[in-house]
């Protein structure tokens, strides 16, 4: 019973973890990044798709993000949807490639972004301590039950918490790589 508890809330803070990691992936550090763009969606075909499906995506340098289009005849629409998003980028357009120079980032907005950074790892962190209270409340219904003894609920408890501890740490240094890949110059 106790196992089952540890497993799954092992399992949802680890996807916690990831969610966080992917999510600090989007912010524009300076550096081109193909999943900048991950969020943009572009109309296509009578309908909104991700701007991969529609587009190859390469990082030929660490300022410049290129956009080849399968078909000509989407390639304002990705234009668009780039200057729609909250980039801040202007596409350059050739053909059917757009070129995306990534300009290199402000003093302040480097510090918003460092902001922004640690909002969504204090958000994770967050999530991970509600993860935390449910998988405590789960362990002791099973000893009011009477389903394990005092002993083996104890040893689960510190076992849940030892996880926190441990994915709280992970998203504390994915913050600081992060922010230091902001600051950078």
Known sequence: MEQAVLSSTEEKMKKTLESAKHELSTIRSGRASSALLDKITVEAYGTEMPLK????????????IVITAFDKSVVQNIEKAIMKS????????????????????????????????????????VIIRNIRR???????????NQKSSEDSIRRSQEHVQKI??????????????????????
């Open 86 to 125: 909250d980039l801040g980028l202007t596409p350059n357009t050739e053909g059917t490639t757009i070129r995306l120079p990534i300009p290199p980032l402000t003093e302040e907005r480097r510090r918003d972004l460092v902001k922004v950074i640690k909002k969504k790892i204090e958000d994770a962190k």
């Open 164 to 185: 926190t501890d441990r994915i709280s740490k992970e998203l504390d240094d994915i913050c600081v790589l992060k922010e230091k890949e902001i600051m950078e110059v």
């Open 53 to 64: 499906q529609v587009a190859g995506i390469s990082t030929p340098e660490g300022r410049l």
């Open 134 to 144: 449910d998988a405590n409340e789960e362990l002791k219904s099973l000893l009011k």
